[in-house]
């Protein structure tokens, strides 16, 4: 059987879930909290999924090493001219497989038109708490806050990872939105303590517009690889794709997008050559043809060209790259933008040779498609990951506090427990008092019915011994009144004899005690007629209240007093049985019968059928004149 406690919380813990929820119908915090849970949830499902990071050779900004986690440090970015700024984008370096690698634990962000910072308007400040970025970025809104200058300061660096002594904190990309541009691409960066180790650390990565982060882009069913040149035998071929706008435009930025074709999964920068030029309406505005320019991977290279009027732009490859033992160029994509808009879409585009299959054709270089999906605003983008991160972290710190509240619901159930418990315990104390007083009462009527049994019987039967010794004495009468004395004072003694069982036998006498007691007073009062008390076999050991055991008895002696004085019977038959919280009494006898119609005014059947009903059972008589008595008790066990 399940002990109390255990069954109590089960009744609390399934009352709790048909409520709505575990635990949640004793804090109604826990369905406040479920419901923030769901409506985050909603919202991250809604945002672009996260991208998979893209490690590059070079990954950004590293500052200078210090012995604590206190030291101050900071690097700034000079934008050229005051710029009404849009948002400040902070991307966390990756190197390996580190993400977020060397992100500083605390820091802040402030924009001026000082290069001191003697006046400054501060745009975001996390220098009170720890964070926990991953490799999601920070969007900092700006709010058109005019400035030159955006300053980053980490007031709380990061361990070095696999150096806890030392302390750094290093940044893949800052990039400062304005007019839907990033004015930081390729900005002056100022940083009095950092560590240049080239090709991976250097102050020129925080704004080389290369990062983790890949390419601004929604994945799904629309996508094309790009435009594909002619396949060349050697590397030191050239090859060139332009790009007509139609008329003369006046270009903020000019963005290459590598290409990345599912057919070559792990071949990130897909065709992007290694040595190549920029030209707009002939004029060259980048030159990388006499060094190798690092393939980008899945992150545009952007090329900023604030002023620049031009209606053609070309891209010249002057050394491919290597395919499989052959060497190709491929773009995935080529943008020109001007307030933040792309005017390269659905231009013309030309070339000195291609390869054109389902997915490779030249209008595909300049259809707002790269080989996984749509190319989105940059900005945008990088606000959808910045908001993810942000619910994120919502929802971690909605986990504790839902963790806390079950933590209080449970205590309070555990309190509910002990308080019904304790309403348990003590309604069974007061039952078992109850109970208690029940039974002193039921012993006081007990010993009135004893006291008046003692008083009927015993004393009725005394009564009559000392009237007929006064009558004998005075009479002469002796020999016929010792007779009768005999008998009463036989009868008396067997009276007796029943109420000092009755007491003896306790609160709850078995009915084999029973059954022995009406066997001795039968054969006390039956003398001279044969007699038989029958029992069932491998009967179960029932038990029967005192005052079943009782009426029973006071019942089954005043039928053998009837028996031995009126029936003239020479034998007599006594069947007991029970089962099933069921007792049975036949007593058959052979004698002289009556006619029960014409005798159910007599006080003897009177007085049984008045304790069978007691008894809450049933008395049956069957008799006639000549053929002797059955007289049946049925009756419940209690």
């Known amino acids: 059987?399940?002990?109390?406690?255990?069954?109590?919380?089960?009744?609390?813990?399934?009352?709790?879930?048909?409520?709505?929820?575990?635990?949640?119908?004793?804090?109604?915090?826990?369905?406040?909290?479920?419901?923030?849970?769901?409506?985050?949830?909603?919202?991250?499902?809604?945002?672009?999924?996260?991208?998979?990071?893209?490690?590059?050779?070079?990954?950004?900004?590293?500052?200078?090493?210090?012995?604590?986690?206190?030291?101050?440090?900071?690097?700034?970015?000079?934008?050229?001219?005051?710029?009404?700024?849009?948002?400040?984008?902070?991307?966390?370096?990756?190197?390996?497989?580190?993400?977020?690698?060397?992100?500083?634990?605390?820091?802040?962000?402030?924009?001026?038109?000082?290069?001191?910072?003697?006046?400054?308007?501060?745009?975001?400040?996390?220098?009170?708490?720890?964070?926990?970025?991953?490799?999601?970025?920070?969007?900092?809104?700006?709010?058109?806050?005019?400035?030159?200058?955006?300053?980053?300061?980490?007031?709380?660096?990061?361990?070095?990872?696999?150096?806890?002594?030392?302390?750094?904190?290093?940044?893949?990309e800052l990039l400062v939105f304005s007019g839907g541009r990033n004015v930081a691409l390729q900005g002056e960066v100022f940083a009095p303590n950092a560590a240049e180790t080239l090709p991976t650390w250097s102050p020129r990565h925080l704004v080389d517009g290369t990062h983790a982060l890949g390419l601004p882009v929604k994945t799904g069913e629309k996508y094309s690889n790009g435009w594909h040149s002619a396949i060349s035998s050697t590397a030191d071929a050239t090859k060139w794709v332009q790009v007509d706008l139609g008329s003369k435009q006046r270009l903020d930025e000019i963005r290459l997008i590598p290409a990345h074709p599912s057919d070559y999964p792990d071949r990130f920068g897909f065709g992007f050559p290694r040595r190549f030029k920029i030209e707009a309406d002939g004029q060259t505005i980048f030159d990388s043809t006499n060094a190798d320019f690092p393939n980008p991977g899945d992150t545009p290279v952007a090329i900023p060209t604030p002023g620049l009027q031009a209606r053609n732009i070309r891209i010249t490859a002057t050394q491919l790259w290597e395919r499989s033992g052959d060497f190709v160029f491929a773009l995935a994509e080529l943008q020109a933008f001007a307030g933040g808009k792309n005017l390269a879409l659905g231009s013309s585009v030309t070339s000195s040779d291609e390869t054109t299959t389902v997915a490779w054709k030249s209008e595909h270089m300049v259809d707002g498609l790269s080989s996984s999906g749509v190319l989105i605003d940059e900005d945008e983008w990088l606000a959808g990951l910045s908001k993810r991160r942000e619910l994120t972290a919502e929802l971690g710190t909605l986990a504790s506090t839902q963790a806390t509240a079950l933590g209080v619901a449970q205590t309070r159930a555990f309190w509910l427990v002990g308080v019904v418990l304790l309403g348990a315990t003590s309604f069974a104390v007061l039952a078992v008092l109850h109970s208690r007083r029940v039974r002193e009462r039921e012993m006081e009527i007990l010993r009135q019915r004893i006291s008046r049994d003692l008083h009927d019987e015993i004393g009725s039967h005394l009564g009559s011994i000392r009237l007929m010794s006064e009558l004998a004495l005075r009479e002469g009468t002796a020999s016929d009144s010792l007779d009768e004395i005999h008998r009463l004072a036989g009868e008396a003694a067997e009276s007796m004899r029943g109420i000092i069982w009755l007491v003896r036998e306790g609160d709850a006498p078995k009915l084999t005690s029973l059954v022995e007691a009406m066997r001795q007073s039968a054969s006390a009062l039956l003398k001279g007629i044969d007699s038989h008390l029958q029992t069932p076999t491998g009967a179960d050991v029932a038990t029967a209240s005192l005052t079943f055991h009782r009426q029973v008895f006071l019942l089954f002696r005043e039928a053998m007093h009837n028996i031995a004085k009126h029936a003239n019977a020479t034998k007599v038959e006594i069947e007991v049985s029970w089962q099933s919280r069921r007792f049975r009494l036949c007593i058959v006898d052979n004698g002289c019968g009556f006619d029960v119609v014409a005798v159910t005014a007599g006080n003897g059947l009177a007085n049984l059928k008045h304790r069978a009903e007691v008894l809450g059972g049933e008395l049956h008589f069957t008799s006639e004149p000549g053929k002797g008595t059955r007289i049946t008790l049925e009756a419940s066990l209690s």
């Not at 949830?41 to 986690?69: D, I, N, V, Y």
């Not at 708490?129 to 700006?142: E, K």
């Open 1 to 172: 059987m399940m002990p109390l406690k255990e069954l109590l919380v089960s009744i609390v813990i399934a009352t709790a879930v048909q409520a709505g929820g575990p635990w949640a119908w004793l804090n109604g915090e826990i369905r406040k909290v479920d419901k923030q849970r769901q409506a985050l949830e909603s919202e991250l499902e809604a945002l672009l999924a996260s991208p998979q990071p893209q490690p590059h050779e070079r990954a950004g900004f590293h500052s200078g090493f210090a012995p604590r986690a206190d030291v101050v440090r900071w690097v700034q970015v000079d934008l050229g001219v005051e710029q009404a700024l849009d948002a400040v984008v902070l991307v966390p370096a990756m190197l390996g497989g580190v993400q977020a690698y060397g992100f500083p634990q605390r820091f802040r962000v402030d924009a001026s038109n000082d290069p001191l910072f003697a006046d400054s308007v501060p745009l975001q400040d996390q220098s009170n708490a720890d964070v926990s970025p991953g490799l999601a970025p920070w969007h900092v809104p700006a709010h058109d806050v005019k400035a030159r200058y955006v300053r980053f300061t980490a007031t709380k660096l990061s361990p070095q990872p696999g150096l806890g002594s030392r302390f750094i904190f290093c940044l893949g």
